[in-house]
């Protein structure tokens, strides 16, 4: 199994079929997966919370690789989630990207970039255009 073949089954076990039992086969005991939140690091226990969260939120996820690139012990891949809002069904899509370091045939750092700002707008929780509101000066309260 290549890199890019572990992460692939890793998104599509624990984050589009929901296996929560999953996460210790592709997640090292170790690893750290940092900037899916300001100043916090997930741990393998933190997919036990995570990945419901995320899932009751939404539905019939599925992740596309955009672009993906394999060079030592290091994946790195762009994709987008797609998904539908679990309250109205209406579709969404999530750009982002991951770098993983991987041990052993399991992911032993991961460093997340998700447009989250997007996400939210998309969920109804800021309003549209909120970068360009806040860069024209504009306070979100």
């Known amino acids: 199994m290549t890199g890019m073949d572990l992460l692939e089954a ?13 996460v210790a086969e592709f997640f090292d005991a170790e690893a750290l997966a940092s900037g899916l939140m300001s100043d916090f690091a ?22 596309s690789i955009e672009d993906s690139m394999e060079m030592g012990d290091k994946v790195w891949a762009r ?11 209406l579709p969404i899509h999530i750009s982002g990207q991951v770098m993983v370091r991987l041990r052993e045939g399991k992911i032993i750092e991961a460093h997340n970039s998700y447009d989250f700002v997007s996400y939210f707008e998309q969920m109804g ?4 255009d909120s970068v360009a509101l806040m860069l024209a000066g504009e306070t979100l309260a």
């Not at 997930?42 to 019939?60: G, M």
């Not at 994709?79 to 069904?89: E, N």
Request: no cysteine.
């Open 125 to 128: 929780n800021l309003p549209k």
């Open 79 to 89: 994709m987008t989630l797609h998904a539908r809002k679990a309250v109205d069904m």
């Open 10 to 22: 890793w998104y599509d076990k624990v984050w589009v079929k929901g296996d929560l039992s999953a």
């Open 42 to 63: 997930a741990q393998l226990e933190d997919f036990q919370t995570l990945v419901p969260a995320v899932r009751h939120a939404l539905r019939d996820i599925t992740i």
